[in-house]
Nanobody, 113 residues
Framework: VQLVESGGGLVQPGGSLRLSCAAS????????MSWYRQAPGKERELVAR????????EYLDSVKGRFAISRDNTENTVYLQMNSLKPEDTAVYYC???????WGQGTQVTVSS
């Protein structure tokens, strides 16, 4: 099982980024996938989750209306579109999912002017 995130970087407040997480080693389409983040000195928190069966989503309250999780089962990839970014969104973002609840290595998102 492998999860590889990409798409992080430095962006100004109000900007956008799209994170990608490429999955391999398991049947991607049947597993719920999630994005978490961890800011310095803080606990890791769930940002968004996409249920594989129902297609339902859940979001951290502070990102509702700004972030959107989606997936492409043909590409074994889950995405996190992040709009209207704020400095408080600065964190390492991690992809999580699969039969072993695996984690990716993380991708840094920094929102700063």
């Amino acid at each position: 099982v492998q999860l590889v995130e990409s798409g992080g970087g430095l962006v100004q407040p109000g900007g956008s980024l799209r994170l990608s997480c490429a999955a391999s080693g398991f049947i991607f389409s049947i597993y719920t996938m999630s994005w978490y983040r961890q800011a310095p000195g803080k606990e890791r928190e769930l940002v968004a989750r996409l249920n594989s069966n129902s297609g339902s989503t859940e979001y951290l309250d502070s990102v509702k209306g700004r972030f959107a999780i989606s997936r492409d089962n043909t590409e074994n990839t889950v995405y996190l579109q992040m709009n209207s970014l704020k400095p408080e969104d600065t964190a390492v973002y991690y992809c999580q999912g699969g039969p072993l609840h695996s984690w990716g290595q993380g991708t840094q998102v920094t929102v700063s002017s």
